[in-house]
C-alpha cells in the first residue's frame, strides 16, 4: 500500500488596515470560522472586520510595548469573554494574559475551543527590549523589528542587539513570510536605493511595489530571500556597503555592526 500524503490546512493571513500606515494582522483559521490577531493597536477595525466574516476572536499575539500595537487589547478582553492575549512579560502591557519569558516553540491555546497556533518566538530587542517575534508555519510576524527594505528605529536597544536580532531571521529560509506592521516600504526603498544604487533587484523591486502602492495594495508579506537582496540593514555583512557609509560617516565601518549602527543613523535623518 502507497502512503498517502496528507497536507495540514494552513490558516489565511489577512490585513486590517488600522491608523495610517498600521497592519493588524487577522490569522483566520482553515474552516472559516474563527481568527488570531497580532498586534491590535486599535480595537474597532477588529470588531468590525470579525462581524463582517462572520468570526470570533481566538486569541491575540503583541510583540512589544507600543500602543499603536497594543491599544485595543482591553476593549477586544471586554468583547470576548476569557481571551488568550500572548506577549512579552512586561508589566507595561495592560491585558496580556499570558506573558511569553523564554524563546523557543509554543503551542499557543485559543479562548472558547478555537484553532490553536503551533508557534516558533523568538527574542528580537532592538526597538524596544520587550520585543518578540512569531514564526507560525512559514509566516514570520516580526512587529516593528523588520519592516520591508528597513527596520525598527533604537527606541530602546543598540545597534548590536538589532543586528543579532535581524541576524536570526536572516538564518530562516528564504520563502519565509515576512508580516511586519506598516506600511514603510516605498519611503525604505529610498533610502535602500540611496545606499545601494547600482542594486538590481531593488530597481526591480521598487517597481512592483510602487505599482502595488498606486493601486492602494499592501507591499506586504515580503520574504526573506527579497529582504537579504534589497534590504540594507540585512546587509550589513557585505563589504560593498563599507567605502559608501565610511564616506558618509568620516569614520570606519569595518565590521558589520557598525555599519549597521551608521545606517540606522543615516536613515534616522534621511
Not at 540611496?194 to 492602494?216: F, H, S
Request: glycine residues 8%.
Amino acid at each position: 500500500m502507497s502512503n498517502v500524503h496528507v497536507t495540514r490546512a494552513r490558516p489565511q493571513i489577512t490585513p486590517i488596515a488600522a491608523f495610517d500606515d498600521n497592519y493588524i494582522w487577522a490569522i483566520v483559521a482553515p474552516k472559516g470560522d474563527s481568527c488570531w490577531v497580532v498586534d491590535p493597536g486599535d480595537a474597532a477595525p477588529v470588531l468590525a472586520f470579525l462581524a463582517q466574516n462572520d468570526l470570533t476572536l481566538a486569541g491575540v499575539l503583541i510583540t512589544h510595548h507600543h500602543s499603536d500595537h497594543t491599544g485595543g487589547i482591553l476593549a477586544l478582553k471586554e468583547a470576548f469573554d476569557s481571551l488568550p492575549v500572548y506577549g512579552p512579560a512586561n508589566p507595561a502591557i495592560k491585558g496580556i494574559t499570558q506573558p511569553l519569558t523564554e524563546e523557543g516553540g509554543y503551542r499557543l491555546e485559543p479562548g472558547n475551543g478555537q484553532f490553536a497556533l503551533e508557534c516558533r518566538v523568538f527574542k528580537v530587542p532592538g526597538h524596544t527590549l520587550d520585543h518578540i517575534a512569531y514564526l507560525i508555519d512559514d509566516a514570520l510576524f516580526c512587529g516593528d523589528t523588520l519592516f520591508c527594505a528597513g527596520c525598527g528605529r533604537l527606541f530602546e536597544g543598540s545597534a548590536e542587539q538589532m543586528y543579532h536580532s535581524l541576524g536570526q531571521f536572516a538564518a530562516l529560509d528564504d520563502s519565509t513570510k515576512v508580516y511586519c506592521t506598516h506600511e514603510y516600504t516605498l519611503a525604505n526603498l529610498r533610502f535602500a536605493k540611496a545606499i545601494e544604487p547600482d542594486n538590481q533587484a531593488l530597481a526591480d523591486y521598487m517597481l512592483t511595489a510602487e505599482a502595488l502602492r498606486e493601486q492602494q495594495q499592501p507591499t506586504l508579506p515580503s520574504t526573506i530571500g527579497r529582504e537579504k537582496a534589497i534590504n540594507p540593514f540585512m546587509r550589513c555583512q557585505k563589504n560593498t556597503l563599507q567605502s559608501r557609509l565610511e564616506s558618509h560617516s568620516g569614520q570606519p565601518c569595518n565590521d558589520p555592526v557598525s555599519r549597521f549602527a551608521v545606517l540606522r543613523q543615516w536613515k534616522d535623518n534621511f
